[in-house]
């Protein structure tokens, strides 16, 4: 079993939908959750993190933990064109983050 | 803003050399890495390192070593590049803790 699951996509969403962008993970220990966005060609980029359970909202974007399930999600409201990305989960575990291999958005105009 | 840089944006290096991938970070972070990323594979650590002088292995640490003299700058050593080496090289720092992980540019390595 992999450390952090996600679905690989692609997950192709209209513009103005809400996109839902999931993952898994196998440490009961981990504490520190997230999630960053990687345009094609270019480095992964933070967007939003998440320590405890319940939703943390930051703009458009809500980060979802619930440890008890092990599981973390990413919402994005009215998605945009620009949002179309690939969406990679991290956990933190022993202080180095572990990756899940990515989920890739697709926003249709 | 943290600012993590890494020497190199592109690189091409013939089968055998040994290479160099540096990396400087300037926001006084106590830990950094080495991860590659390759199509479905996704980022895989290659080592980490948490002080000075100190490094840990990865998941993928064959074929590489590292260096860490300074706290700002962590290099990844590839001993005899091979093909199978070809990737995304990227490096990322952090504080102490488990906190979030800021990366550079990344550079793309291709081996000849």
């Known amino acids: 079993q992999k450390e952090v699951e996600q679905n690989s996509g692609p997950l192709s969403v209209p513009e103005g939908a809400i996109a839902s962008l999931n993952c898994t993970y196998s440490?009961?220990?981990?504490?520190?959750f997230f999630w960053y966005r990687q345009y094609s060609g270019k480095s992964p980029e933070l967007i939003m993190s998440i320590y405890s359970n319940g939703d943390k909202e930051d703009g458009r974007f809500t980060a979802q933990l619930n440890k008890a399930s092990q599981y973390v999600s990413l919402l994005i409201r009215d998605s945009q064109p620009s949002d179309s990305a690939t969406y990679l989960c991290a956990v933190n575990g022993f202080q180095k983050l572990v990756f899940g291999t990515g989920t890739r958005l697709l926003v249709s105009p | 803003d943290v600012k993590v840089t890494q020497s190199s944006r592109y690189l091409v290096k013939r089968t055998g050399e040994k290479v160099f991938l540096e990396c400087v970070q300037d926001?006084?972070?106590?830990?950094m890495f080495w991860y590659r990323q390759d199509p479905g594979l996704g980022l895989r650590l290659i080592y980490f390192?948490?002080?000075?002088?100190?490094?840990e292995k990865g998941d993928i640490p064959e074929g590489y070593s590292v260096s860490r003299e300074k706290k700002e700058r962590f290099s990844l050593i590839l001993e005899s590049a091979s093909t199978n080496q070809t990737s995304m090289y990227l490096c990322?720092?952090?504080?102490?803790?488990?906190?979030?992980?800021?990366f550079g540019q990344g550079t793309r390595l291709t081996v000849v």
């Open positions: 990322a720092s952090s504080s102490f803790g488990d906190t979030e992980a800021f």
């Open positions: 390192s948490y002080d000075v002088k100190m490094k």
């Open positions: 440490d009961r220990g981990s504490q520190s």
């Open positions: 926001m006084d972070h106590e830990n």
